[in-house]
């Protein structure tokens, strides 16, 4: 059995939670085992502009950029670990972010895919 592990990141949660769950129902299709999915951190970058470089330097403008996380994880077969990331390798979801982690249990090998 192999454990499979995706991290799901992008700038809007409803485009996120849609990916995730369509990485769960994949996963269903796949017959995967002990398969979840949980929310991950919350990113926050907040950035502060000058309006004016000349005259006014009290004057500042804010900006922020939240990147927002979810988790999938599932339990396969070989065979089935291999099918399962390869759709979703093969989903281009805009917006979004996936890394897949591949690992056998009882060693420490592990396979990354971006």
């Known amino acids: 059995m192999y454990h499979v ?3 799901i ?3 809007t949660w409803t485009h996120v939670a849609q990916a995730a769950m369509w990485c769960y129902h994949v996963a269903t299709m796949c ?3 002990n398969k979840h999915m949980g929310p991950g951190p919350q990113r926050r970058f907040l950035c502060t502009v000058l309006r004016s470089p000349h005259v006014n330097k009290k004057s500042r ?3 922020m950029e939240r990147t927002h ?3 999938v994880y599932a339990t396969c ?3 089935m670990a291999y099918v399962f990331m390869a759709l979703v390798e093969r ?3 805009p917006g979004i972010e996936i890394t897949c982690q591949l690992t056998r249990p009882g060693t420490m090998d592990c396979i990354v895919y971006i």
Do not use: W
Request: charged share 15%; hydrophobic share 30%.
């Open 5 to 7: 592990h995706l991290k």
């Open 9 to 11: 990141t992008g700038y």
């Open 31 to 33: 017959h995967a085992q």
């Open 61 to 63: 403008e804010q900006f």
């Open 69 to 71: 996380t979810r988790f």
């Open 77 to 79: 077969t070989p065979s």
């Open 91 to 93: 989903a281009h979801i």
